[in-house]
């Protein structure tokens, strides 16, 4: 409209066009390695699951030929959950009753039978929503000093963000790299002992297998940080959403659900323990959906009470976020219908996922001054990268952190985007980045080389 | 399984027993009154939405041909907006580029050519997402005294849950209920030059149409009210989530953002505002997407900044009600195939709801000791109830709230649940409650005359 110039709109244009034509750059694409997002990296949607949405979205689809029974069962199974039969109303807070009732059958399944009650089950808005709710709760009932909150190093930043957010404090425990990124009992202490001279430390978070470090706990460690949280009387904060991601031989996922009751009453009826899933990693790749779900046990009833009262701030989690979660825990089983093609959409999905993990380690340790530990699970490389002294300085002048430093020259010059160590933390005088496994085989390896090319010659320049 | 006694799910299940055995009641059916939840109530969704939406969901339906074009093509330009052409991807934080756009057309069009700029739309997770997140950016950047944030009362109560949960300081403003609920800025000063001896007021808070109480602002009061914040350098919050809910002859609606720009470029260059959409009212009642926008002017830059990391924490809106919030905003228009369909099925709920607002006002009117004004807009009655001295001592004696106590009484005898005033303020020694005007017209007829026989015979017993 003339009346106003129209003056914002056509900046906006003219921002866009500046996008588009850009500076000659010494690459064709860029590769947006930097982000666990399985299908912007062109991983196809599971089916099924998409099917039952589709249902659930528009059920005059359930009288269409061209859907399988079983999905049909599915949709009208979550329809009934919902009120007036649609993905349009709002839920309980708490998440569709069926939905969390698939949940808890899930994890019985998952954990060999270990109880798990619909009522400790709280759909949320992916993962994050959960952590960030659960974390609120917990630190917002401190004493006089401020809360303590134990995360891993590295770690994935939406626990750094939501620490300070929150004016708690974070209290670092250090993963150790020599030993494929173990967790060590003997660290955690140290880092809680410290942190007790100031402030209260009162959650430990695990991220298994790790975020962006990629290693899968084994039960003995599992056992030992359960004891201890028993015995600090820390709440526990399990972050397993790549549950499904387990690729090295040898490794298996344990739950902490599963080993802490396999630890006796003594443990199970005593200590807290929070766990979260999601939509969007294992085999599905669901970022989109904001799907997830936490479990949490022993909670207090007062504080299970602010925690309900929380999530009814934001009504309820997004309804076709909740059937998407349905469907990752009650898949297609043998005898129906869809189940072929499901497991076959599922270990085409995971078996890539293994052989890239495997490729991606062994082309990081062939490039000299990067070492990377085996990729047990999850979706990302976390190699440790040597930069020469001569980078380093020149970042510094550059006010960067050198690796920041070097993840702006690979991006630069191979299109290329991963993320500098220093978003995650690592150990002083170290340097990391973190890339993802997701981008399709061939061109992964093209992906790997052009790092390599870059490594070499980042070498060679600041020698 | 037997080893763990399955202690925790056969609680459950016992507890849904006594729910469904439940004490003889006066009613066969809970009436839920409480929330404004189209669909719950029997409200249909509106057709396109849907076939977009699933068409978005599962791809291969853009081959049937029991799909119209137009939906199709919506589609098509939703998913060509995704990572990989998929819902499953993450999108920015700030949302899909090609829906800001058609935000940003629609937000043009409805203010009559006001230019309106894609970068200035967030979408959200439902407009209280981003109504949380202003107020934690603006309330965050205060100074040594507390933010103060001014909302009317009644208000809706994610307003005052996000101040306190934010540690501000609630500034209320009275709605002049003598006056059909009216702003009236004497009110806004007074409480405002209140308010400055104890914190520091940078936000006014302004939901128009009203919620609770359904009032819709004129142009001159808007007028007022921006030149107020002008003088006061105020944030202006405009919650205009009904904006397509107005009922009464010679009400319109005006957004705030249209009457800015036509006070002139002091205003318009000057006045910081937010004000939000959602795909959950309306004639769409699309509540279980959680879909919403907001869209932000004269933001600072440092603070607009602040925004995007903030949001850049949660990822990204679920992107299911991105697509929905694109319908809402790009509708089918006159010559396209769905537009026929479109406008019966929109054009029958908003008659229908104004059917019912009238409907209800009319009826609530006509009970001795209830005063109802017009329902001008929203979705809600909130009539003001006369409470008996002798039921406000027994409320005392019960440690309720007058009005708590009347919707109690009013629920186990009836079945009807609405919620009392004192859950949305209302002036000291003032009654109400809010209930909705979603069932359909008949079961809402039954519904007013079970309230007045009710109140009739509450009345009679505190006499």
Redesign the interface.
């Known amino acids: 409209?003339e009346?106003?110039?129209?003056?914002?709109?056509s900046?906006?244009s003219k921002?866009q066009i500046n996008k588009q034509a850009g500076i000659k750059k010494p690459f064709t694409e860029v590769i947006k390695a930097n982000?666990g997002?399985?299908?912007?990296?062109?991983?196809r949607?599971i089916t099924f699951l998409?099917?039952v949405?589709?249902l659930c979205?528009?059920p005059n689809?359930l009288d269409?030929p061209?859907f399988p029974e079983d999905a049909k069962e599915r949709a009208r199974r979550i329809l009934q959950g919902?009120?007036?039969n649609?993905?349009?109303?709002?839920?309980a807070s708490q998440g569709i009753n069926c939905i969390r009732e698939d949940v808890?059958s899930y994890i019985?399944r998952r954990d060999?039978?270990?109880?798990?009650?619909?009522?400790?089950i709280y759909l949320t808005?992916?993962a994050?929503?959960g952590i960030?709710a659960i974390l609120k709760i917990l630190v917002s009932g401190g004493g006089k000093s401020r809360t303590g909150v134990m995360i891993p190093i590295p770690q994935y930043p939406?626990y750094s963000?939501?620490i300070s957010?929150l004016d708690a404090i974070q209290v670092n425990y250090y993963l150790d790299e020599e030993n494929c990124w173990a967790l060590n009992v003997n660290e955690l202490r140290r880092a809680l002992n410290e942190a007790k001279a100031y402030c209260n430390p009162k959650v430990l978070c695990i991220i298994n297998p790790g975020n962006p470090t990629g290693q899968v706990q084994n039960r003995k460690c599992i056992e030992d940080v359960i004891h201890f949280a028993w015995e600090e009387k820390l709440f526990l904060l399990a972050d397993e959403v790549y549950q499904d991601n387990v690729y090295s031989e040898g490794c298996q996922f344990h739950s902490f659900k599963k080993i802490l009751?396999e630890m006796g009453p003594e443990y199970y009826n005593n200590v807290e323990l929070a766990s979260f899933h999601s939509t969007s990693k294992g085999y599905?790749?669901?970022?989109?959906?904001?799907g997830g779900y936490m479990e949490v046990i022993n909670l207090h009833p007062e504080i299970k009470g602010q925690l309900v009262k929380l999530l009814s701030?934001?009504?309820?989690?997004?309804?076709?976020?909740q059937a998407a979660m349905d469907i990752v825990v009650n898949p297609p089983v043998p005898g129906e219908e869809s189940y072929a093609q499901f497991i076959k959409e599922k270990e085409s999905v995971l078996n890539n996922l293994a052989k890239k993990a495997k490729l991606t380690e062994d082309m990081f340790n062939k490039i000299p001054g990067i070492h990377c530990n085996p990729l047990q699970g999850a979706m990302y490389a976390f190699p440790r990268i040597f930069i020469p002294s001569k980078a380093i300085e020149e970042a510094k002048a550059h006010k960067m952190a050198p690796d920041m430093f070097y993840c702006m020259k690979l991006l630069e010059e191979t299109g290329i985007c991963v993320v500098p160590g220093s978003g995650f933390g690592q150990r002083e005088g170290t340097y990391h980045f973190r890339m993802t496994i997701l981008p399709p085989v061939e061109k992964l390896k093209i992906l790997l080389e052009k790092v390599k090319d870059f490594h070499i010659k980042f070498l060679e320049k600041y020698a």
């Open positions: 409209m009346k106003w110039g129209n003056h914002t709109r900046t906006s921002n982000i997002d399985a299908h912007a990296m062109g991983q949607p998409r099917q949405v589709a979205t528009y689809l269409s061209s919902c009120g007036g649609s993905l349009g109303s709002y839920t808890a019985e060999g039978g270990v109880p798990a009650d619909p009522d400790n808005t992916g994050s929503d960030s939406l963000a939501a957010e009751y599905m790749g669901e970022c989109g959906y904001r701030v934001r009504l309820c989690p997004p309804v076709s976020g």
